[in-house]
């Protein structure tokens, strides 16, 4: 029976695309070990972390044309999730990632997705103030959802 939560950073070294991966180092030093915590580049890796997992809390950045430090939290199933997290750094992309763990019986009862918009994902770059400001914001819902329960549906 599933009964873990994981939460899992998608990211890459690249400028605000690191995001993700940032996220979750800070939210080590917040949360319990009976949390699972994953830092990955592709999302469809997430399928080999799933086990056992009953919540699953997905960060990542995107490219939707909102202003760069946007804030998404979306429950899946989610229609937003393919066209917020397009275009990708990724060569699969988060959703499809889901759907693929949903056909193999692994997709856990409830996945939240945080994303943040990005400014610039190019390989030496810096991460931006925007996206610095925002992950104080996503690591502080994350925590409180992980800790307290989940917020309302939409963000």
């Not at 991966?21 to 939210?27: E, T």
């Not at 992950?135 to 939409?154: F, H, I």
């Amino acid at each position: 029976m599933a009964t873990g939560d994981l939460i899992i950073g998608i990211g890459s070294p690249h400028g605000d695309d690191v995001l993700g991966w940032l996220a979750v180092d800070r939210l080590a030093d917040k949360l319990d070990s009976s949390v699972r915590l994953a830092r990955l580049r592709e999302p469809v890796d997430l399928t080999f972390h799933l086990e056992d997992c009953r919540r699953l809390w997905i960060l990542d950045g995107c490219r939707s044309g909102s202003p760069p430090g946007s804030v998404f939290r979306l429950v899946w199933p989610d229609q937003r999730v393919d066209c917020t997290t397009s275009p990708s750094s990724h060569a699969l992309q988060v959703d499809a990632a889901l759907h693929l763990a949903e056909a193999l019986g692994r997709l856990p009862a409830r996945v939240v997705i945080f994303t943040v918009e990005v400014a610039d994902w190019r390989p030496g770059a810096e991460v931006s103030a925007e996206v610095e400001a925002a992950l104080s914001l996503v690591e502080s819902r994350v925590s409180a959802e992980v800790l307290d329960g989940p917020l309302p549906q939409s963000a």
